[in-house]
């Protein structure tokens, strides 16, 4: 079945500096790749996603990109600020009759004032 | 509106009780799923109903059982629970079930069982 493997499982950043979360996929057939900001006591928030038409979307200081060949895709956050501090999850659309969400294992990210 | 809400916000049971889940949505949305968060873990789809009819259970023990009464609500009725059913039960809804819309999640609940 679809699997979302997801590095890494912990990430620290100084305030300002980027911060890269990647994951890969193995159906070659999925085509919708969303990522979602989880804080600590509240549901999972969706922040960008990505359809396999584009290679690259960008909102603000978030951006994402998709290499469907190697099948990989990666979240990239710049200026990051405290505020960004989370667990971030992608994932990926199983396209068979569910077209359910396979989550990756999450990411905490910590940035540091 | 765009917001999915729960309630109750925490839940302490014991294994001989009954109690329910509740999840709303006012975006007109017809797709709505349940699914269990164990900490530091990813959510994992539990059910999901579109058009008001279930079309995925992913082999959830009977004692948690869905209802949707109508398109905007969504309940999760719970019997007889065990303790390693505690977890975080996050509802979402999207536009339609095929899952290439975007799925918006409530707050969740946070459940204990004694």
């Known amino acids: 079945g679809e699997n979302v493997e997801q590095h890494p499982s912990t990430l620290s950043v100084q305030e300002g500096d980027s911060a890269v979360i990647k994951c890969t996929y193995s159906?070659?057939?999925?085509?919708?790749f969303p990522w979602y900001k989880q804080e600590l006591g509240k549901g999972p928030q969706l922040i960008i996603d990505?359809?396999?038409?584009?290679g690259e979307k960008k909102d603000q200081r978030i951006a994402v990109t998709l290499n469907k060949t190697a099948k990989h895709f990666s979240l990239h956050i710049t200026e990051t600020q405290p505020e960004d501090s989370a667990v971030y999850f992608c994932a990926a659309l199983l396209m068979d009759s569910s077209y359910k969400l396979i989550f990756g294992s999450g990411t905490r990210l910590l940035v540091r004032p | 509106d765009t917001e999915v809400t729960q309630t109750p916000k925490h839940l302490v049971m014991g294994m001989t009780n009954k109690k329910s889940l509740k999840c709303e949505q006012h975006m007109g949305h017809r797709a709505m799923y349940w699914y269990k968060q164990k900490a530091k873990k990813p959510p994992e789809l539990m059910f999901v109903?579109?058009?008001?009819?279930?079309?995925i259970n992913e082999s959830v023990p009977s004692r948690f059982s869905p209802e949707c009464p109508n398109s905007s609500l969504l309940n999760l009725h719970l019997h007889a629970l065990q303790p390693e059913d505690s977890a975080l039960y996050l509802c979402?809804?999207?536009?339609?079930?095929?899952?290439?819309?975007?799925?918006?999640f409530g707050p969740g609940t946070r459940l204990t069982v004694l």
């Open positions: 979402a809804s999207s536009r339609t079930g095929t899952g290439r819309n975007e799925q918006f």
């Open positions: 109903y579109s058009y008001e009819k279930l079309s």
């Open positions: 159906d070659s057939a999925s085509n919708y």
């Open positions: 990505i359809r396999s038409n584009v």
